[in-house]
């Protein structure tokens, strides 16, 4: 069964930084596109980022672009997501992702939605004005 652990939330300041962690077992790590989704009081769930297996490939939310930098350690079975110039508007639960067994990164890139799952309890991030 799939677990992922997500970890590094916390209170920062507006234009801080700070990087998460997600640490995946169950299934062969290196073999599926990864990906983070958040969460605000009261909002549906919202798509962040997503990494294809190998890493060589991201695929950003236009309100993350520029500001969020996903990656990802193979052989520590880990997904980051480096956050700076964090926003006000940033503050969510934060959960990581793991694509559906035998779907592509295109697919995963094209319908996040659709074909990342969340496996994990997620971690708070609160950025104050």
């Known amino acids: 069964q799939v677990q992922l652990v997500e970890s590094g939330g916390g209170l920062v300041q507006a234009g801080g930084s700070l990087r998460l962690s997600c640490a995946a077992s169950g299934r062969t790590f290196s073999s599926y596109a990864m990906g983070w989704f958040r969460q605000a009081p009261g909002k549906e769930r919202e798509f962040v980022v997503a990494?294809?297996?190998?890493?060589?490939?991201?695929y950003y939310a236009d309100s993350v672009k520029g500001r969020f930098t996903i990656s990802r350690d193979n052989a520590k079975n880990t997904v980051y997501l480096q956050m700076n110039s964090l926003k006000p508007e940033d503050t969510a639960v934060y959960y990581c992702a793991e694509a559906r067994s035998s779907v592509s990164d295109y697919d995963v890139f094209s319908y996040p939605y659709r074909y990342l799952e969340v496996w994990g309890q997620g971690t708070l991030v609160t950025v104050s004005s």
């Open positions: 990494i294809s297996w190998s890493g060589g490939s991201t």
